[in-house]
């Protein structure tokens, strides 16, 4: 995809990913964004890299420009709610383990055994953005609770307030090529969870993915309701179900050819991951600092095939369904026009970008 002259130069394009498994994630770690730009003589670097904690913080404002996250949707829809100028520019799904988890000595056995529960919900009392594990618990007890017939109504709702560091908290973390791995800084996600369920002050908490397995296995808890359970897959959308591609739309109007070399990266990385399960299952286990063992559990024999970026309909609609909960439950402040968020032309011109150089793509 060629320029003109006089469309503005690019010396510098930024990225940020959450721990979990992406298709971009996967053509991170590949050194592909740094091989896509290198003659370009275009610096690609995470923002993690970055000495200023506004830059880092952009990881969940997405303020930074000419930049790219994928990762947790909910920082993402809350950003745009915010005023953010982003657009989704691909979605991928990977069904993910969802539970409701209880230590067998606090007689929670079965689902029938969970109304008047004590609920653990966490809070972060330090964060100025979206407290994204909170919404997140909050949709996983909705959704799960629902698939066994009870509602909020139906338990003790718990505070579980913590503080835990944030990007300003941390140091700059290299983070631009195949053998660098996310910053190791962060804590385990459900320690705090865990922890309420050892100390008794709560009978049952929400986990997911590998790193709810990793925490859950350790203190002997068991699962209890299972997102299996729950047959309406528009529910199953949380945090990291499905999770979007977002670019600043700046970005997009003035290099829409550097968006689509991006997102066509993004493509091939998900057909790689399709055609190796087995690496796939490598990588993700370093995204997400989880043993293979859980990223299996937690994901699925089907992972590498869901490694594919895109804009279903079906993934469209639950996000905005996800949306909608996140607006009703206070999480974002106002709504806004969802349709007009998520932009097509890049994901149609990435996939034409490939096929010209004669990559295989799936429609």
Sequence with gaps: MSRSTDTPSVDRLWYTRCPAPTPFGIAIQQGWLLDEFRDDG???RALQDSSDPEIRQSH?????????RQGGNIPALWTRAQGA?????????????????ALPSSGVRAPEDLRGRRFGLPRNTRTQVVDFHRATALRGFVTLLGAVGLTLDDVQLVELPSAPRGLGDVPPVRDSGPT?????ERGQEFSSEAL???RGEVD????KGASGLDAANPIGAQVIVDLADQPDRLLHANNGTPRPLTVDAGLLRERPDLVARVLSRAIEAGEWANANPQAAVGYVARETRSA??????????????????GLDQTAIAALDNFKQFLF?????????????????VPLTAARKLLVQRGAAVTA
């Design 204 to 207: 049952v908490v929400f986990v």
């Design 196 to 198: 309420a369920l050892v």
């Design 42 to 44: 275009i610096d690609v």
């Design 180 to 184: 660098q791995l996310l910053a190791t």
């Design 328 to 344: 009703k439950h206070g999480f974002i402040a106002q709504d806004f026009d969802f349709a007009s968020w998520i932009d097509p």
């Design 292 to 309: 293979e063992h859980w990223v299996r559990h937690a994901y699925g024999p089907q992972l590498g095939a869901q490694l594919q970026i």
């Design 60 to 68: 969940f404002t997405h303020s930074q420009p000419h930049s790219f």
């Design 85 to 101: 100028d982003t657009r989704v520019i691909g979605l991928s799904w990977v069904d993910e383990f969802q539970g409701l988890v």
